[in-house]
């Protein structure tokens, strides 16, 4: 009674989200193009949104998104210039289809719906969520689940039209950074990163509490094996779009790579450490008799500034001062660092983490990077698989084997590439068909979905046909089992006239008697003859 009474107060109080874009649009400096186009996206998501929230389970509410949409227009837009392609405005882009320039919050993009909700998504987040601390992978894996979750953000407009559910994968910006997107959504859930992605206060260690998440839910080996992995396709990903990040690991490396040699010889790195110290105390010692004489603090002043550019000199001796007494601290943090490095057990640790570092940097030498991503991923997606049984188990109700059928069902028909779905990769066809050997059969031992025929393996054949099938609702699913001369067909049907027939492949020594329903007769496939409680 209490649900129905919310049902009715939230039609009454509904809010008319329209209204309100049109009040920030008559803040906005945008042309009428511009403006309509926004309105657009605006009643394609609110039509498309309840299809959308129902094929995915996982995911924010209507009024969250909208929300947040609004938001981030209202303070992340000053500027949305659209302009046409080959035309004179699009030359500044070169050969892309958009440009998002944070500083000025400013966007230019072709006049494309897709592109410029993407465009709105990436204009209102931070570079970095992840503490500099997490090396390298501070700027990669934020990379990752940004982008991730800006092609995320597009899909309720992307695929969904208010009556049907299609994908292209070619109008998804990065397949694979989609993938481990949603992998990662499904394991944990839309709203821990949606709070590590919106996240302002810096003091929060949101990479630990995902590993912590991971962990509690999936075990600590599963969760060590997914993050490494995730580290490892995070560089590579990088690697293979960020021009820059390539050049600065290769800088990065060499670095490394001198450090190693340099601290290979424990003698030989202690002394050398030491002669350092010497060198440093005594730069400390000049800077200090330079401060507190004023014509050696003169000489420096002049000796400084011949060598500088106009642009670069400095103003005045006082300036000169303050510089000298940052210098002073700089040396006397590298000194502390060297005494610390000096303890055998810091020592030993320093070590650890360089060869860890250099094991990551090493990936930049990776000559075929695409090869390599696809490697990793299929890592990822076994160990995403694993876990996902692991969720399956503790399916308790009807109502959360459902919500699992219905993910498990958006996760097979996810694109792995340009050309196939997940669930068409050789390299995983075992472990989906295994999950999906135990999705049916703890819908039959929870009286979710009926058996339709005596035999498991048969059974399993028809049922499993529901993993792959575009139509929004479940739970609406009729089927029929057809003969036609020698070969068995399964129709599929919905309340919306959606209709699929497939053929049964290795059924010619199948007979009637096998069947639990009978040939030609349309069916309820979910709970037929008994009224269906989700809560149950």
């Given amino acids: 009674m209490q649900k129905k009474t919310d049902k009715i107060l939230e039609k009454i109080v509904k809010k008319n989200y329209n209204n309100e874009l049109e009040e920030i ?11 309509s ?40 837009c000053d500027t949305i210039k659209l302009v046409r392609p080959n035309s004179e405005e699009s030359k500044i882009m070169k050969d892309k289809t958009f440009l998002v320039e944070k500083k000025i919050k400013k966007i230019i993009c072709y006049p494309i719906e897709r592109k410029i909700l993407y465009c709105i998504e990436k204009i209102s987040k931070q570079d970095k969520i992840i503490k500099d601390k997490y090396f390298l992978i501070n700027k990669t894996l934020s990379d990752l689940i940004n982008v991730g979750n800006n092609i995320n953000t597009v899909e309720p407009l992307r695929d969904f039209n208010g009556y049907s559910w299609t994908t292209i994968s070619r109008e998804i910006e990065s397949v694979t950074h989609n993938l481990i997107y949603q992998n990662l959504r499904i394991l944990v859930g839309y709203k821990l990163l949606n709070n590590w992605i919106t996240n302002d206060e810096y003091i929060i260690d949101y990479m630990e509490l995902f590993q912590n998440k991971l962990e509690e839910e999936y075990g600590k080996e599963n969760k060590s094996i997914l993050v490494e992995n995730l580290k490892i396709v995070s560089i590579l990903l990088d690697i293979k779009y960020d021009t820059k990040i390539k050049k ?35 730069q400390i010692k000049k800077i200090d008799e330079t401060i507190n004489n004023k014509e050696l603090l003169q000489e420096e002043y002049t000796k400084r500034n011949e060598k ?20 002073r601290e700089e040396y006397i943090e590298k000194i502390e660092k060297s005494n610390e490095l000096l303890k055998p057990k810091n020592f030993v640790k320093y070590k650890r983490e360089l060869k860890e570092k250099y094991k990551y940097l090493k990936l930049v030498e990776i000559k075929d990077i695409q090869k390599e ?27 959360e084997l459902l919500k ?56 399993h054949l028809i049922i499993q046909n529901i993993f792959t099938l575009r139509t929004i609702s479940l739970e609406e699913l009729y089927i029929k089992i057809t003969k036609e001369k020698d070969k068995f067909y399964l129709q599929i049907f919905d309340e919306n006239a ?24 349309k069916i309820k496939l979910f709970q037929r003859g008994r009224s269906f409680n989700p809560e149950n």
Avoid: G, W
């Fill in 404 to 459: 699992i059928i219905y993910e498990f069902r958006y996760y097979n028909l996810l694109p792995f590439d340009y050309e196939k779905s997940i669930y068409q990769i050789r390299d995983l066809e075992k472990d989906i068909q295994e999950l999906k050997k135990e999705i049916i059969l703890k819908a039959h031992d929870l009286k979710l979905i009926d058996k339709v025929s005596k035999k498991e393996d048969l059974d």
């Fill in 308 to 327: 500088l550019t106009l642009e670069e000199k400095i103003f005045s001796i006082r300036i000169l001062a303050k510089m000298l007494e940052k210098e």
């Fill in 248 to 282: 600065k690991m290769l800088e990065t490396k060499e670095k490394v790579e001198k450090e190693l040699e340099y601290i290979k010889d424990n003698k030989e790195f202690i002394q050398n450490v030491t002669t350092k110290k010497i060198e440093i105390t005594k």
């Fill in 373 to 399: 991503i696809n490697k990793i991923t299929i890592k990822i997606q076994k160990e995403f698989l694993k876990c996902y049984k692991i969720k399956l188990e503790k399916a308790k109700t009807k109502h």
């Fill in 25 to 35: 649009l008559e803040k906005k400096p945008f042309d009428e193009n511009t403006k």
């Fill in 37 to 76: 186009n926004l309105l657009s996206i605006l009643y394609k998501i609110e039509t498309a949104y309840k299809d959308y929230e129902k094929v995915k389970q996982n995911v924010e509410t209507k009024e969250e998104f909208i929300e947040k949409l609004l938001k981030d227009i209202k303070n992340n």
């Fill in 498 to 521: 959606y209709e699929e027939k497939i053929e049964l492949e290795n059924m010619q020594n199948i007979t009637k008697k096998d069947l639990e329903i009978k040939l030609n007769k």
